[in-house]
């Protein structure tokens, strides 16, 4: 048997039409490419973190349940008390546990352009997956299409980014809660950008049966750990529990999150300067003839590029040393579209100097 016929007889076909998902090297280059919180802590919380490591017992298997991890999570995210969380490896496993669950042949919604991870595990698992297309030039909601997609397809899951992921913008909060009382499946609000903004449907858990809330610890600054949650009905969250595969949250992930969420006001501090900064690379990127950015409420900007440009744009960036996010391959609303991660200040200022000499 030749290797293309081992292949072919061993690998499921929408498996072999996908197309793996590529990180790029960026090695040598000012990162702002993966919405990555950029500051590290300060070497006396290093010292205090790797004291409460150094105590670890790495010989067992960590709590198969992450008890204690839970307890602050919940607290830390003003989770309700009716309410339960489970753990995954980041939010990709949050989403890959949420889809194993489901029916052969279900179906599944999200907007787009959104987090491409929806797409992908929908179609890894075989399932019937439906992107919603956003409306052109500010991305919100096509509200009327959505419901009449839900009323004609009954989706198992519907998948909403809020911030949108690689848009930047809030969905409309009452065009999210027709889709919620619309839908007899479930919706998520993948919130992995909570942290930059201040609106949440956290608060919504308890009134909507068929809603949960996902998050990550990714973009606080703990990108590392790979710890992501979701929130929801208790019910619903322990017939997830028993896709997950056991003691999935290693014992350093569950000690170093423990001591990190203690850190409140390191945290704050560092998204208050994102936050500013966000602010400020927004209004210089709208001084840049050609540039059109968009709104964000997350930790990074997408903006549009002139016509045909964006490639080019992107290599010249590389080309001083500065790496940011290509969208315009996927075309569509994302044509002519370049996304930079929110840095340090002196990081951003050398993106928009390099920016301003492309011209």
């Not at 067992?60 to 204690?68: H, Q």
């Not at 797409?119 to 019937?128: D, M, Y």
């Not at 609000?189 to 809330?213: G, M």
């Not at 409420?297 to 290599?315: C, H, Q, S, V, Y």
């Amino acid at each position: 048997m030749t290797e293309q016929a081992l292949i072919t007889a061993v690998i499921r076909p929408e498996i072999r039409a996908l197309t793996a998902y590529k990180v790029a090297d960026a090695t040598g280059y000012i990162k702002l490419d993966a919405m990555e919180n950029p500051y590290t802590w300060p070497e006396a919380v290093k010292a205090e973190w790797l004291s409460l490591l150094h105590d670890a017992e790495i010989n067992r298997y960590p709590d198969p349940e992450a008890k204690a991890l839970c307890r602050i999570l919940k607290d830390y995210n003003n989770i309700p008390a009716e309410s339960d969380i489970l753990l995954g490896n980041g939010s990709d496993e949050i989403i890959q546990l949420l889809l194993m669950a489901l029916p052969a042949n279900a179906t599944v919604m999200a907007a787009e352009p959104s987090f491409v991870m929806y797409k992908q595990i929908a179609q890894c698992l075989g399932l019937n997956y439906q992107g919603l297309p956003l409306i052109a030039e500010m991305f919100e909601l096509d509200l009327p299409a959505i419901l009449e997609n839900i009323k004609a397809q009954q989706p198992e899951i519907i998948f909403l980014a809020y911030p949108n992921n690689p848009t930047g913008n809030l969905f409309d909060s009452e065009a999210i809660e027709q889709i919620i009382q619309q839908s007899k499946g479930l919706v998520i609000l993948d919130e992995a950008y909570a942290p930059f903004t201040d609106f949440s449907f956290i608060n919504k858990l308890t009134q909507y049966t068929n809603l949960l809330v996902m998050r990550t610890v990714s973009k606080l600054g703990l990108a590392g750990l790979r710890l992501g949650f979701i929130a929801g009905n208790p019910n619903l969250i322990n017939e997830f529990n028993k896709a997950r595969l056991p003691y999935n949250i290693n014992i350093l992930t569950q000690c170093s999150a423990e001591f990190a969420l203690s850190q409140t006001e390191l945290f704050a501090e560092q998204t208050k300067i994102i936050c500013h900064e966000r602010a400020r690379m927004f209004l210089q990127l709208s001084t840049i003839k050609g540039m059109q950015p968009c709104p964000s409420a997350a930790n990074f900007i997408l903006f549009r590029t002139p016509e045909n440009k964006a490639t080019d744009i992107f290599n010249a960036l590389k080309e001083q040393g500065i790496l940011i996010k290509n969208l315009s391959p996927q075309q569509g609303l994302l044509k002519d579209c370049l996304r930079v991660t929110v840095g340090k200040p002196e990081e951003n200022n050398a993106f928009i100097k390099a920016l301003r000499s492309i011209g």
